[in-house]
């Protein structure tokens, strides 16, 4: 079986701003699976984010660890996903939030196969989606009182007997419905607001 690379002390020399540059994009840690023996090497920033002991989760823990750090309606899809990917290989992405603290993460990877294309290895990083869901939610949030308020003003020109008023109104109703879109389309794992 392959040897997996370790994943490097805490507060080691950063000569480069590695460090740094994956902080900046988000990422809060990374991780290594054992398939087989059903270990998960966690980095000691994630393995704090979960709730874990830092040394612990270097050592590493079972999977179960990690899907009991995992909000319990996120657990369930967490767990058929990694399921799934360990099933097909390659690639993957999957989001979900956390049991102690609330935070929104999305974990990525990739699956490694033996020569006989077993699955062996799934190694990846985690990012942090908190603060990219919150401000989407409040955005959505305000296109969305937008909406309600158009609504209510088409509504009073019309009554008011306003065509000119009732047209704007509409290519308002149109815009905002465009922006609405855009929203449900950038909305993490179907998010509505």
Not at 50 to 76: F, I, Q, S
């Amino acid at each position: 079986m392959a040897r997996s690379p370790s994943l490097g002390p805490d507060g080691a020399d950063d000569p480069d701003g590695l460090r740094a540059a994956l902080a900046a994009s988000g990422v809060v840690g990374v991780w290594r699976h054992d398939i087989w023996a059903d270990r998960l090497a966690l980095s000691a920033p994630l393995a704090r984010l979960l709730g874990l002991v830092p040394e612990a989760g270097r050592r590493g823990r079972p999977l179960a660890d990690l899907l009991a750090a995992t909000h319990g309606d996120d657990r369930v899809r967490l767990e058929s996903a990694l399921h799934a990917a360990i099933t097909r290989g390659g690639t993957f992405a999957v989001a979900f939030r956390t049991a102690p603290a609330a935070r929104w993460l999305d974990l990525r990877g990739r699956i490694e196969r033996d020569p006989a294309g077993r699955p062996t290895w799934a190694r990846g990083i985690v990012l942090d989606l908190t603060e990219d869901r919150t401000e989407n939610a409040r955005d959505q949030h305000r296109v969305n009182r937008m909406a309600e308020h158009a609504i209510a003003l088409r509504g009073l020109a019309e009554a008011l007997e306003r065509p000119g008023l009732t047209r704007l109104l509409d290519r308002l109703m149109v815009e905002i419905g465009f922006e609405l879109a855009r929203h449900l389309r950038e909305a993490p794992d179907g998010q509505r607001h």
